[in-house]
Nanobody, 120 residues
Framework: QVQLVESGGGLVQAGGSLRLSCATS?????????MGWFRQAPGKEREFVAV????????RYAASVKGRFTIAKDNAKNTVYLQMNSLKPEDTAVYYC????????????WGQGTQVTVSS
């Protein structure tokens, strides 16, 4: 099994910034293909936020966060980050990181989530 632990969430005013981290542990020798961030707001379905390939420089963002959020990775630490700038109240959600072993669409392991609340 692979464990994912998110951190860095919290309460911030609109226009502020937060950086989320997602550290992996456990069977980290598995081949990681990609790591992604998702979020789920109250009463809404979970939605894609950003993804990065584990090797190479591929990244992709949801239209709602493009230009404001940046996904980055540290392969040596098996950690992925999500830098969130210019936060808006609509960014309020529980943010989850996930690991995929072979696809940008299907994810095999998920973290427990970290709450991000943006006040207006």
């Amino acid at each position: 099994q692979v464990q994912l632990v998110e951190s860095g969430g919290g309460l911030v005013q609109a226009g502020g910034s937060l950086r989320l981290s997602c550290a992996t542990s456990g069977r980290t020798f598995i081949s990681i293909y990609a790591m992604g961030w998702f979020r789920q707001a109250p009463g809404k379905e979970r939605e894609f936020v950003a993804v990065t390939s584990w090797s190479g420089g591929y990244t992709r963002y949801a239209a709602s966060v493009k230009g404001r959020f940046t996904i980055a990775k540290d392969n040596a630490k098996n950690t992925v980050y999500l830098q969130m700038n210019s936060l808006k109240p609509e960014d309020t959600a529980v943010y989850y990181c996930a690991v995929s072993k072979g696809s940008y669409l299907l994810y095999d392991y998920w973290g427990q989530g970290t709450q991000v609340t943006v006040s207006s």
